[in-house]
T-cell receptor
């Protein structure tokens, strides 16, 4: 079956530009997560959606970062005025927690390079 | 201090070796402990998890949690070249859905 998909797989942009990263979760998964993974590090949490609403955005580093999920399925992570320090792999995950452990299924990521 | 600390590696072993991967954590309230495997240029995939203390075995893999010392381990028996990947320990933040990851240990199994 289809897993989590992310587009584009690679994005190169210039400092100061605006970028949008897209995530298509597993069909039927109500929860969606964004993480950021820098080179040699583990993923760091950015934001979590339950349905259409952002249930926890405590990981967003500053107000240049914003994410939406208007219909409770596809999500877009938006970064304004990109900086070189934003270069990383942006991972999306989705889950359908019924009880017990919330298993998050990750996409392959979007590799963002800010020149 | 990070909430989850992990030996950075890289770790290189010959095929067939027993591998031990380790993490420590600081928050005694953590209950679930997970191991993710991440191949190069792929997203992490859940390998196995444990709840609270004890051991859990799945084929060649054994996950172990010692809550008294806040120590998490993953053992791989009869390691194979296909096990070459980065292994990440993770735990859900208390009362939240977000996962806190260690920095990952890169494992290379030489044929």
């Amino acid at each position: 079956g289809a897993g989590v998909s992310q587009t584009p797989s690679n994005k190169v942009t210039e400092k100061g530009k605006y970028v949008e990263l897209r995530c298509d979760p597993i069909s039927g998964h109500t929860a969606l997560y964004w993480y950021r993974q820098s080179l040699g590090q583990g993923p760091e949490f950015l934001i979590y959606f339950q349905g259409t609403g952002a249930a926890d955005d405590s990981g967003l580093p500053n107000d240049r970062f914003f994410a939406v999920r208007p219909e409770g399925s596809v999500s877009t992570l938006k970064i304004q005025r990109t900086e070189r320090g934003d270069s990383a792999v942006y991972l999306c995950a989705s889950s359908l927690k019924l009880r017990g452990l919330d298993e998050q299924f990750f996409g392959p990521g979007t590799r963002l390079t800010v020149l | 201090q990070k909430e989850v600390e992990q030996d950075p590696g890289p770790l290189s072993v010959p095929e067939g070796a027993i591998v031990s991967l380790n993490c420590t954590y600081s928050n005694s309230a953590f209950q679930y402990f997970m191991w993710y495997r991440q191949y190069s240029r792929k997203g992490p995939e859940l390998l196995m998890y444990t709840y609270s203390s004890g051991n859990k075995e799945d084929g060649r893999f054994t996950a172990q949690v010692d809550k008294s010392s806040k120590y998490i381990s993953l053992f791989i028996r009869d390691s194979q070249p296909s096990d070459s990947a980065t292994y990440l320990c993770a735990t859900p933040d208390t009362g939240r859905r977000a996962l806190t990851f260690g920095s990952g240990t890169r494992l290379q199994v030489q044929p």
